[in-house]
């Protein structure tokens, strides 16, 4: 697992109140804290980018997006 990869540098996101109220609703909701959530959703999108650049076959590429949000949707 490359978590500990992601301790290398420190991201400031700038929110308003209300989209910060929202998202931390979200993240509490998935059974995530606010920092693990934000984790999740930047390899989500390096992760969607990366099959945007490299010729993937669609079988695979559609499963690991499917697991993704699988991940982002688990129940409570």
Not at 14 to 27: T, V
Not at 57 to 66: A, G, N, P, Y
């Amino acid at each position: 697992m490359d978590r500990l990869k992601l301790y290398d540098d420190i991201l400031t996101i700038s929110i308003n109140k209300k989209d910060k109220i929202k998202f931390k609703r979200i993240a509490f909701k998935n059974k995530m804290t606010m920092s693990e959530f934000s984790r999740l959703l930047i390899k989500t999108a390096i992760l969607i980018n990366d099959l945007d650049k490299k010729e993937i076959d669609t079988i695979k590429s559609t499963t690991q997006i499917d697991n993704i949000i699988s991940t982002i949707r688990r129940d409570s």
